[in-house]
């Protein structure tokens, strides 16, 4: 049963279950609502990087942050499709545009844009951006282009917000996720763990994602990214346990929705990835990079999905389903 009336202290209690018990709690619903042992592989490109405007304290494209990153203009068209179809052969089916915006303005980069949407489309993987706040039309423009999904994070708990990004409200995000899933677009929306928020703070960001109308249709649960030159560079790391607390509870509450075990998978070995797995992940990025920083090889990947057994995802494999 999908529900989206749980309380904190409901969410409290899963979340604090003995991890052996949880991981099994939440291995058991991932098996009755999704298909165990496929694994959604999803590419991100960073078509527009660096120089933006938002102080994200956690972000390599923050110009607010003193990284070594160099910035880079929007991409050219034939590069971004020669990135998807090099994506598309290496196995992904999803591949997700990244621009370093605050938010879209109307102007010949979001044509551009629009353009890469139809083209990336056209390649039949599920296209996905993410550029930062939103109006209703510009929503509506993406979908009309081809856009499959939008990415837009809520990161942490609405108490917690302030303290990582002061540029933008929680409010602001709210509001930018409401209009894309009022554009018809399936809603990709996670947070970050690491940013030296409590247990609470997390537990507060999956009460606020649970309990949406609906669920999101993918929730991306990453870890800190340590960036030199960012305020967070020196936070402690957090363990897998935690990362699979996360992944779990999120598995319990939001049973239908893709898991995505995204940033900070290229620290985990083998065995603790297959531990994310069995907690309910089905969802990964693939490709040497994320947007900015590095992510685990290809070949080690694959040589990973060949020793679990699992097996990449088809694209638009839930719409197929259910006009069946
Ligand atoms: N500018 C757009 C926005 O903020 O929505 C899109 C790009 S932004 C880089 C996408 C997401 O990546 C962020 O919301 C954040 O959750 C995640 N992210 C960025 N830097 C990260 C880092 N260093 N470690 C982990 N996750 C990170
Ligand atoms: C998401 O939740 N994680 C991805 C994707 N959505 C856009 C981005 C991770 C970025 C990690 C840091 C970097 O590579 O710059
Ligand atoms: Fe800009 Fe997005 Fe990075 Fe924030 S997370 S600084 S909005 S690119």
């Given at each position: 049963m999908i529900r989206n009336d749980y309380t904190i202290e409901e969410i409290r209690e899963i979340y604090n279950t003995p991890i052996m018990e949880l991981v099994f709690?939440?291995?058991?619903?991932?098996?009755?609502?999704?298909?165990?042992?496929?694994?959604?592989?999803?590419?991100?490109?960073?078509?527009?990087?660096?120089?933006?405007?938002?102080?994200?304290?956690?972000?390599?494209?923050?110009?607010?942050?003193?990284?070594?990153?160099?910035?880079?203009?929007l991409m050219k068209y034939d590069d971004v499709i020669d990135s998807a179809l090099e994506a598309k052969?290496?196995?992904?089916?999803?591949?997700?545009?990244?621009?370093?915006?605050?938010?879209?303005?109307?102007?010949?980069?979001?044509?551009?844009?629009?353009?890469?949407?139809?083209?990336?489309?056209?390649?039949?993987?599920?296209?996905?951006?993410t550029l930062g706040m939103l109006t209703e039309e510009q929503a509506h423009r993406l979908k009309e282009a081809g856009l499959y999904a939008y990415n837009h994070n809520l990161d942490t708990s609405e108490e917690y917000y302030d303290k990582v990004i002061t540029t933008r409200t929680y409010q602001d995000r709210l509001e930018t996720l409401d209009k894309v899933e009022e554009a018809g677009l399936s809603v990709c929306c996670g947070g970050i763990i690491g940013l030296g928020e409590t247990d609470e703070d997390r537990i507060k960001l999956l009460h606020t994602l649970s309990t949406r109308e609906n669920h999101p249709g993918s929730v991306p649960v990453n870890v800190l990214v340590p960036v030199k030159g960012t305020p967070l560079e020196h936070n402690k790391r957090v363990s897998v346990w935690e990362l699979l607390r996360m992944i779990a509870t999120a598995r319990i509450l939001m049973p239908k929705s893709m898991v995505r075990l995204s940033a900070g998978r290229n620290e985990l070995s083998y065995e603790q990835q297959a531990l994310c797995f069995m907690a309910g992940a089905n969802s990964i990025f693939a490709g040497e990079k994320l947007l900015t920083t590095p992510n685990n090889e290809l070949a080690s990947d694959k040589e990973m999905f060949e020793i679990l057994g699992l097996k990449p995802r088809e694209s638009f494999k839930v719409e197929a389903e259910e006009v069946q």
């Open positions: 709690r939440a291995s058991q619903v991932h098996h009755k609502y999704q298909a165990t042992g496929e694994v959604q592989v999803c590419t991100l490109l960073s078509v527009k990087t660096g120089g933006c405007s938002e102080d994200c304290s956690y972000c390599s494209q923050s110009s607010r942050n003193h990284t070594d990153l160099t910035p880079q203009r052969n290496a196995g992904s089916t999803r591949f997700c545009m990244g621009a370093a915006w605050r938010n879209v303005r109307d102007n010949s980069d979001f044509d551009k844009v629009l353009e890469m949407v139809s083209g990336v489309n056209a390649l039949g993987l599920e296209v996905c951006c």
